[in-house]
T-cell receptor, first 115, second 111 residues
Framework: ETGVTQSPTHLIKTRGQQVTLRCSSQSGHNTVSWYQQALGQGPQFIFQYYREEENGRGNFPPRFSGLQFPNYSSELNVNALELDDSALYLC??????????????FGPGTRLTVL | QKEVEQNSGPLSVPEGAIASLNCTYS??????FFWYRQYSGKSPELIMF????GDKEDGRFTAQLNKASQYVSLLIRDSQPSDSATYLC???????????FGSGTQLTVLP
């Protein structure tokens, strides 16, 4: 167990709807990264939050947005859902270290199905 | 060219054998490398990281890094059926040091 939690575990939505996914980081970690993993692929970076600010963003459209709260928990919001948004959404928490050795620990993920 | 490449497999080895998983990366400036294990339907679990050339051992797992050739490998000794999973290689990149993953290698250990 990494201490990173995510909710909900599974979610079914229809095209055009909006969804909010939640993540609680491991104790002491101030950085949360979100990834999307399609079936048979490696996770793809969506964005990262560090101390409540967006710290980097991958190649995802603006309808993917997020928040980080003072307790370092985080939300991922997706508007206008498309069928291709069906995936496993992973949250990872970390504590920045020198020379890029900070380790990201993943939560159990949220399986989103868009019909 | 993909930034991180892995053979997708599937790779099958008999129980007790050594499983060898390979990963190549394109960014010569990469400093650290991570191996994650992902069971079907579960999230990635960190196995080990390496940032110095050479070998790093942790139990039955050995990570090998060769920066000149831009590859990193993972050896699993005395493979067990419980090692059957997809193994993901990941390299930090970008301003956020986000992880760029390969597509993973599916390993099956046959009893």
């Amino acid at each position: 167990e990494t201490g990173v939690t995510q909710s909900p575990t599974h979610l079914i939505k229809t095209r055009g709807q909006q969804v909010t996914l939640r993540c609680s980081s491991q104790s002491g970690h101030n950085t949360v990264s979100w990834y999307q993993q399609a079936l048979g692929q490696g996770p793809q970076f969506i964005f990262q939050y560090y101390r409540e600010e967006e710290n980097g963003r991958g190649n995802f459209p603006p309808r993917f947005s997020g928040l980080q709260f003072p307790n370092y928990s985080s939300e991922l919001n997706v508007n206008a859902l498309e069928l291709d948004d069906s995936a496993l959404y992973l949250c990872a928490s970390s504590l920045p270290q020198l020379a890029g050795t900070d380790t990201q620990y993943f939560g159990p993920g949220t399986r989103l199905t868009v019909l | 060219q993909k930034e991180v490449e892995q053979n997708s497999g599937p790779l099958s080895v008999p129980e007790g054998a050594i499983a060898s998983l390979n990963c190549t990366y394109s960014d010569r400036g990469s400093q650290s490398f991570f191996w994650y294990r992902q069971y079907s339907g579960k999230s990635p679990e960190l196995i080990m990281f390496i940032y110095s050339n050479g070998d790093k051992e942790d139990g039955r797992f050995t990570a090998q890094l060769n920066k000149a050739s831009q590859y990193v490998s993972l050896l699993i000794r005395d493979s067990q059926p419980s090692d059957s999973a997809t193994y993901l290689c990941a390299v930090p990149s970008g301003s956020a040091r986000q992880l760029t993953f390969g597509s993973g290698t599916q390993l099956t250990v046959l009893p």
